[in-house]
């Protein structure tokens, strides 16, 4: 396991982890612990559940912003613990990224269709698992915490989420798009460096790194509620050919569009 955290990583948006409440389900204890620690040293609020109805328990009465949730768990396993959280109208909303070792397409396509919005793979990086939280979170409000002895507010913080905010909604209204640099970063009322600042600030990804996150995001969501032919699809999100965009889709989810479409299918049969 990887508890190191560089430098650079650190000034990449990690802050915004601060005050969030995040619940870990994993019923290895040193995984557990390591885990929580990691995450606690970014100033999170990080609650544990040792099983599978554990941590449904938790999360009902808790209310956390996201659960890390291990596929492998006694009493309920994380796929079933998932598919009643997303049942239950107290948790639905609450985002939940799965940790397995496993590193099979089929196991991966699983956790998604049960209602997963990430994987992590052990044995656990945890600047990835860093950077992807924030990722997840970003989009979600700063809950309101106590101020923190010693700490100061950083005005480029706002700044760089202001600019971030504006540059995201101008890319989601445009994802069949690939627009340059200096498009964007007038769209958000900013210069170039400014904006690439403010991403590496806010999410730890470049502009078109976080573009091509969104189109992903955008394309499984697209393959799960509608009919429309994947072709389709890779053009209304930006991408040439339907070879591009089922290379892309493959590496970002582990399976093609057409594979993701069929185990959808198959999962909803009786």
Request: charged fraction near 25%; aromatic fraction near 6%.
């Amino acid at each position: 396991m990887h508890e190191s955290t560089s430098p650079e990583i650190q000034r990449l948006g990690l802050d915004r982890l601060r005050g969030r409440r995040l619940l870990i389900a994993e019923d290895e204890e040193i995984q557990r612990e390591l885990l929580a620690n990691y995450l606690r040293r970014q100033g999170c609020h990080v609650y544990l559940a040792g099983d599978g109805a554990a941590a449904i328990a938790q999360a009902q009465r808790l209310q956390p912003e996201l659960v890390l949730m291990d596929v492998n768990m006694p009493v309920y396993d994380g796929l079933t613990a998932c598919r009643m959280l997303k049942s239950d109208h107290r948790t639905g909303a609450i985002d939940i990224l799965f940790m397995s070792a496993n590193t099979a397409p089929d196991d991966r396509v699983q956790g998604l269709l049960a209602g997963a919005v990430d994987y992590i793979l052990k044995p656990f990086n945890f600047e990835e698992v860093g950077l992807r939280l924030t990722l997840h979170l970003q989009g979600k409000s700063t809950p309101r915490a106590e101020p923190v002895v010693g700490m100061q507010s950083r005005p480029s913080s706002t700044l760089d989420g202001l600019v971030f905010e504006a540059a995201r909604s101008y890319l989601r209204s445009n994802l069949g798009r690939t627009p340059k640099l200096d498009q964007v970063a007038r769209a958000a009322g900013t210069n170039v460096s400014r904006l690439n600042n403010s991403f590496k600030h806010c999410v730890g990804m470049t502009v078109f790194e976080y573009l091509r996150e969104e189109r992903m995001k955008k394309a499984r969501q697209l393959l799960a509620e509608t009919l429309l032919e994947i072709q389709s699809i890779a053009r209304e999100l930006g991408y040439t050919s339907g070879a591009n965009f089922t290379a892309a889709f493959k590496t970002r989810f582990g399976l093609t569009p057409g594979q993701f479409r069929q185990e959808l299918r198959h999962d909803k049969l009786p």
